[in-house]
């Protein structure tokens, strides 16, 4: 779906549908409501005050037009009281009305927007209309070849702008535009299925990547990694037929010689659990044990196409987790890249396994901060529920950073403690760790195992494996792949460049 901007007012528009947006009990109409109420005559104020149209959040009402303006329909939309009102109910709003439109084989709509909405945040309403609009509207069709012609799509939302406004609206859209693309290329990568989206596959779209300016790619093969030693991810390759991929994917659109961020993703492509093997149900999700990876290749490409100034490391170790012939045995010893032996207790604890070698590997380039994301714990799902990411490292003003990008954003994160004595269960009796304490504080001690391979460099670890995949629909996020942490990534290294740029 295209979002464009165009000069005008909403009354003049033709268009199949435009959207309008209202908050519940306010009693005079504002903004380009005001306008097309005047043209049709009172029948929006009349809906109103009929009560038949209360504008609770997300609430919608279709109403047809009869030529009084130019636009076929108007889909009112409820954003809820005023004084509850966020940029999070705005998202789901928008959302709700293009699921609406495009139920109606509706193919264009257009929209404008009370600009005092949230008078000191215009430029967020604007992102949450564009993200709400056109996140709300993905769909993974690709497989579909029956009743093709069938699938709905709406094309095109129009963004109807004042003359004085049209310029920085503009520059809003265009920007958030490259941030939803960038959420819908990580759920397209999640979405495809493990043998469409092998390690071989997901390096080839990381190389695709480097075309753009400022971005290059390259992937350490088998032969490479055996020369360096990277034995956990090899340990953890050796049950498939697949072979493993590291894929560095760097952006340099900061100075020359400015430390990166370095951003390290799971790419496990299929976790089957090895030889510790998983259970049947539900194992066709494990497609999803790339969504890390995803997000790592979605962050740079967004990065780039917002020539953001700063320097970016993303490393993804790909693999498949198989119980092939030469698989991991329950306790195997690895002797990892950073030269730390790990002793494998339990072959379905892989991620961490992959993610110590690829972690190790950061420090090469003296990162500023290393932020993994990985899909690695069941029990931060138990922790935290389906909907908020585990945060937890070792640098308080890296987290604060996270959080408020979290907030911004709302894809949720929330904090779990990485105590010291959480850091004696992960000792193994014959080395130096083993790669499970239990399920007692999974998502804890998983982390905790993750610490000790990224040097003394500032690091926080995602958790995302609750929010990566939703199993119901969700105002913005169908069921499916989230392409979260997607947008809290972007939004950080936004901050991040923005302080910078500051201080020089
Ligand atoms: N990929 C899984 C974690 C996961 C679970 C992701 C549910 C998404 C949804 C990970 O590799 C795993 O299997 N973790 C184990 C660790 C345990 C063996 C210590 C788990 O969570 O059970
Ligand atoms: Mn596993
Ligand atoms: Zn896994």
């Keep these: 779906m295209k979002i464009t901007v165009k000069k005008g007012s909403l009354a003049d528009v033709k268009t199949e549908a435009f959207i309008l947006a209202f908050c519940e009990g306010e009693k005079a109409l504002s903004g380009p409501a005001a306008d097309i109420d005047q043209k049709c005559g009172g029948l929006l104020s009349d809906i109103i005050k ?88 993905y769909q993974y069709t690709p497989y579909k070849t029956v009743g093709r012609e069938e699938v709905k799509d709406l ?46 596959i997901l390096a080839a779209c990381a190389k695709k990547l480097a075309k753009k300016k400022n971005v290059s790619c390259r992937v350490l093969d088998q032969g490479k990694m055996k020369v360096l030693g990277m034995n956990a991810l090899l340990g953890v390759a050796a049950g498939s037929h697949q072979p493993p991929k590291l894929i560095i994917l760097e ?6 010689g400015d430390a990166p961020i370095a951003l390290v ?31 790592v290749l979605a962050t740079i490409k967004a990065a780039a196409d917002l020539k953001l100034p700063v320097n970016i490391v993303g490393l993804v170790p790909a693999t498949e987790n198989m119980s092939g012939g030469g698989a991991l045995k329950p306790g195997d010893i690895l002797k990892s890249y ?27 380039y003296k990162p500023a901060a290393i932020i993994d994301i990985a899909t690695l714990t069941g029990a931060c799902v138990v922790a935290l529920g389906e909907e908020v990411a585990g ?17 911004a954003t709302g894809e949720l994160i929330w904090e779990l403690p990485l105590w010291e004595h959480y850091h004696e269960l992960i000792k193994s009796d014959i080395a130096d760790y083993k790669n499970t304490a239990g399920r007692m504080g999974g998502a804890i001690t998983g982390a905790a195992f993750l610490s000790k391979f ?22 913005y996020i169908p069921k499916g792949a989230s392409g979260v942490p997607v947008r809290l990534l972007v939004e950080y290294l936004r901050q991040y460049s923005a302080r910078k740029q500051h201080v020089h």
């Excluded at 952006?251 to 020359?256: S, V």
């Excluded at 396994?353 to 190790?360: F, K, P, W």
Aim: hydrophobic share 40%; with cysteine.
């Design 50 to 137: 009929s009560g038949d149209f209360a504008a609770k959040a997300s609430e919608a009402l279709m109403i047809y037009t009869r030529g009084a303006v130019p636009a076929k329909r108007i889909a009112l939309v409820g954003l809820g009281k005023k004084s509850e009102l966020n940029l999070e109910k705005i998202r789901r709003a928008f959302a709700k009305a293009m699921q609406h439109l495009r139920g109606l084989k509706i193919k264009e709509a257009a929209t404008a927007f009370d600009t005092d909405l949230l008078p000191d945040q215009k430029e967020k309403v604007v992102a949450a209309i564009v993200e709400g609009a056109s996140l709300g509207l």
């Design 155 to 200: 094309r095109q939302l129009e963004i109807i702008a004042r003359y004085a406004d049209y310029s920085w609206i503009q520059d809003v859209v265009q920007k958030t535009n490259i941030i939803t693309d960038a959420v819908c290329f990580a759920r397209d990568l999640v979405s495809a299925p493990a043998n469409e989206m092998t390690p071989g």
């Design 251 to 256: 952006y340099t659109g900061g100075k020359k």
């Design 265 to 295: 993703g799971k790419g496990l492509t299929f976790d089957s659990g090895g030889i510790s093997i998983k259970p049947a149900e539900k194992m066709d999700e494990m497609k999803t044990d790339m969504a890390g990876g995803a997000a």
């Design 338 to 364: 950073s030269g730390r032996t790990i002793e494998v207790l339990n072959t379905d604890a892989e991620g961490r396994l992959i993610l110590a070698d690829a972690l190790s590997y950061a420090s090469k």
């Design 391 to 407: 945060m937890l490292g070792t640098d308080d003003p890296l987290k604060k950073a996270l959080r408020e990008a979290a907030d």
């Design 454 to 475: 990224a040097g003394d460099y500032p690091w926080v670890h995602l958790d995302i494996a609750g929010p990566a995949w939703t199993t119901k629909d969700k105002a």
